[in-house]
Nanobody
Framework: QVQLVESGGGLVQAGGSLRLSCAAS????????MGWFRQAPGKEREFVAA????????YYADSVKGRFTASRDNAKNTVYLQMNSLKPEDTAVYYC????????????????????WGQGTQVTVSS
């Protein structure tokens, strides 16, 4: 079992930055691939970014590529999402998720690949 807790959300003006954190307890996070997803009101949950178990590979949705950076510190059992140049359309609840225990690779953008989810943190970008 893995428990995930996100933090770092808030209200920011367009063009600003936020860094989200996702702290894990239970199993060591290094055994899992990690993803970030978001869900805006009235919309489906969508893939934002992911990072493989070692942190050597990252993956991004086209909408955030070049602006967001996923990273992880396995020693701290924490993953991060640095969000720069934020836009009003980035407003959503952001979730971190863990999946693919022991697997070399997963389909990072697929929600069903992830077994554990945090409770989410609200990010609001004002224009």
């Amino acid at each position: 079992q893995v428990q995930l807790v996100e933090s770092g959300g808030g209200l920011v003006q367009a063009g600003g930055s936020l860094r989200l954190s996702c702290a894990a307890s239970g199993r060591t996070l290094s055994s899992y691939h990690m993803g970030w997803f978001r869900q805006a009101p009235g919309k489906e949950r969508e893939f934002v970014a992911a990072i493989n178990r070692s942190g050597g590979n990252t993956y991004y949705a086209d909408s955030v590529k070049g602006r967001f950076t996923a990273s992880r510190d396995n020693a701290k059992n924490t993953v991060y999402l640095q969000m720069n140049s934020l836009k009003p359309e980035d407003t959503a609840v952001y979730y971190c998720a863990a999946g693919g225990f022991g697997h070399y690779y997963i389909d990072y953008g697929r929600i069903q690949e992830y077994d554990y989810w945090g409770q989410g943190t609200q990010v609001t970008v004002s224009s």
